[in-house]
């Protein structure tokens, strides 16, 4: 890190992106959510909330003096790291992700660790905690993954978002 100021991202806790995000900013430090407008249902109404296209980041634009207060924050994990530093994230992308979620662009990041064959674990939803084989994409919102439960092999297809690969170190043997 350097004393000009640049972008980085940081890691937060599960859902700490937003409030991290205002405590950040109140230490006059320049941040941004990439947020986008979902409909979700509850089973008595429909709301319309934003959340933020790539979970669990916030942007921020530092130098080195702030480089410790930002980690000092509750709900900051870490900074992103890329080849044994933190990663800087060109001023052009972070205006780029701007523009498209400014003129309501569908935007939906997809980890790319995901590969087809691969163990994964279903983080959220009713699925939640169960772990199978991606099968292959249905496009960029939907994949499959095989479930075996019972002596039965169940296909789900549900969003890529709602995964994560099982390091090869948790895989038990059956």
Known sequence: MDSTLQWYAIYTRSRHEKKSAQLISEL???TYVPLRRVVRQW???RKLILEPVI????????????YEKVLAIDGVVRYIWFGG????????????MKAALGNEVDIQAVPELLKVGMP????AGPLAGME?????????????IKLETIGQTLLFTISPLLLEPIPQTQILNP
Do not use: C, M, W
């Open 85 to 96: 530093k933190p990663a800087v994230i060109p001023e052009k992308q972070i205006n780029i």
């Open 28 to 30: 006059g430090i320049e």
């Open 132 to 144: 199978g084989e991606l099968l292959r994409f249905h496009g960029r919102k939907k994949v499959a």
């Open 43 to 45: 089973s008595d109404r």
């Open 55 to 66: 979970r669990s980041y916030v942007f921020v634009k530092v130098d080195r003096s702030h």
């Open 120 to 123: 994964v674990r279903v983080t």
